[in-house]
């Protein structure tokens, strides 16, 4: 049963599991649902998320698009490489192209979350082409401004020495992403917070201290992303995000064209925080295509 408002999120059985294996032998678990023959919709978590951060929705936009989602490598059912050099967000991005291409997803649609939306800006600096659409959803063109990368490697540290456990006991008390709207959805809808444990369970330490310090790390390249971006763009992010507003902001003025849509009620994670109005803003975008 797909999850609802009052429940944790589950696909329905309308999906199909696949396990698609990239070059360097990583399999990436992947989840998709609609008719093949509709325009592709590739929905890309972000970091210490899972492919389930979009089960609410997956039956809806399916109506009309073929549907995708997966585990970025290190996270939930996908596998963990034990290298520290599988972890880059030119990887990353790569992985969104090899899951678009091994799906066969035709007239593409790419939406990213924070660290998904950065992999997703390597994919487009990489085939400026990728997509006939693309949606960017609470990142950054760069290293996210107000997240100390010191405080990072500290915690990258941590993971490494010390285990996901005992990060988690700081992280829970920086909740550095944190917010009214996404507290509201860990009182109020159950199982959420299970949920959100379960995650944090699946994650590989090394991709965590790997992945951790690149994102605070890396050279900004909105200039990049605005050159090479000629295809129709929606920026999305939630008015309580306060880590990226602002670079979700410079993505919406530098990209031609681009539309930005604030979601009211909403932090890092409007999909769950306010659902009704995320959806509706993505699928008047889509319907525009």
Partial sequence: MQGTA????????????????V?????????VAGDPAAPGLLLVHGFGGAQEDF???VDTLAVDHRVATFDHRGHGASDHPEDPAAYTLDRLGADVRAVADALELRDLRLLGHSMGGMALRRAVLEDPLVGRALV??????????GIDPEVVAIGAEIAR???????????????PLGSEAYQRVVADRPGFREYAADKWASLSPVMWATLAVEITRQADQLGELAAA???PTLVLVGDQDREF???SRAIADAVPGA???????????????????????????????
């Fill in 6 to 21: 009052g429940s944790r999120p589950a696909f329905s059985s309308s999906i199909t599991e696949e396990r698609i294996v």
């Fill in 23 to 31: 070059d360097d032998g990583v399999g990436l678990a992947t989840v």
């Fill in 55 to 57: 089960a609410d929705h």
């Fill in 136 to 145: 960017f959803m609470d990142t950054s063109p760069g290293a996210p401004p």
């Fill in 161 to 175: 020495t010390h285990g996901m456990g005992t990060l988690k006991q700081v992280s829970d008390e920086l909740d």
């Fill in 229 to 231: 971006v000629t295809v």
């Fill in 245 to 247: 507003a602002g670079p």
């Fill in 259 to 289: 539309a930005l849509v604030e979601i009211p009620d909403a932090g890092h994670s409007p999909q769950f925080e306010n659902p009704v109005a995320w959806l509706a803003a993505l699928r008047t975008f889509l319907a525009s295509l």
